[in-house]
């Protein structure tokens, strides 16, 4: 038998799919799992969109252009620009997913063995791009004590390096919900500039803020307009997930060209989601502000009820739709596993991720668990109350 390669072999599981089998044994069980794992929003998909692909009138479902179809493109311009960032339409790649995004700008900028910076906990397929891109993540831990603010400046330049090529952050942040501050992003802008690093900045999240303090872009930094590589997607904004469709944002003429290698090679986005995508640019307000408020009620009522399970503590995220917990447990990875495989009350458990998998730094994360609100507030109150449950039978259990 020939052997797989050691690429794969390194890739990290998805702290967020790896314990799918122990979840389908519960169910097949007959036991109701509630889904805290995952960010996939259960709330409709725009009717614009729907509309759009119920009614399409085409002939052949052809191949688009590998950068994505121009009036799509044309519209994100009008998009971006109600978020102060001025680009064109060739500024604009459209991918298959925020994921393809993710990889096709480390495919295009990185090297193997060029190092990447990442404050940690941090969305764990970043890790798996970086692997697969030969690219060598090196991670800033940052702390729940201190609401996952941005590491220092000091703790950045202790791990430049020759070989040091990018910063990635991603703004609001999953899996913390941290939104970085004006100063925060100076500093990021100012690291960038000094060691001339690309910046890449996943903002899927923007629509989601809810403090009132501001979403800053990587585009709204001056001074390091073409180190920016901006990673997009609609799947969260438009609860369009399955729709595959993201983009790369840059004004970079080089990483242009080379992401677009990549997209030639690939040949074409999905026609069907840029059809649909295109059209949910035209959602109306009012959805969105619905979306926004469901969203402000959940993050209350699940925060509120977390730090109300004894030992348990979350900060409260300022944007996404997620957030760390610490929870009373001696590993998470074993807790999460025991709730799936061992634990039901009356008849329900939940499923939700270990923190361990969003970290790098060996040890980190081990009694903390990302909790995505993404169900309804009915769901989130039996998953809450099925939690304590669960943490007052665990037998790891540490206060
Ligand atoms: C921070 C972040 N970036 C990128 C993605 C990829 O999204 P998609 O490939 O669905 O566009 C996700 C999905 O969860 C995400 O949370």
Redesign the pocket.
Known sequence: MPSISQRGVSMPASPIRKLVPLANKAKAKGTKVYHLNI?QPDLPTPEVAMDAIRHIDRKVLEYSPSEGILSFRQKLVKYYAKFNIQVTTDDIIVTT??????FFSFMACLDPGDELIVPEPA?A?YMAFAISSGAVIKTIPSSIEEGFALPSVEQFEKLITPRTKAILI?NPN?PTGYLYTQKEMDQIRDLVKKYDLFLFS?E??REFCYTGAPYISAFHLKGIENNVVL?D????RYSE?GI???AIITKNQMVKENVMKWCQARLSPPLLGQIAAEASLDTPDDYMLDVYNEYVERRKFLIDGLNRIPGCYSPIPMG?FYTMAKLPVDDADKFCAWCLEKFEYEGQTVMMAPGSGFYTTPGLGKNEVRIAYVLNKEDLAKALMVLAKALEAYPGRTV
């Open positions: 960010g997913g925020g994921s393809e995004a993710v969305y397929n991603c999953n996943d899927v999240y990673v997607s609609v799947s969260k997930c595959r469709i993201g996404a």
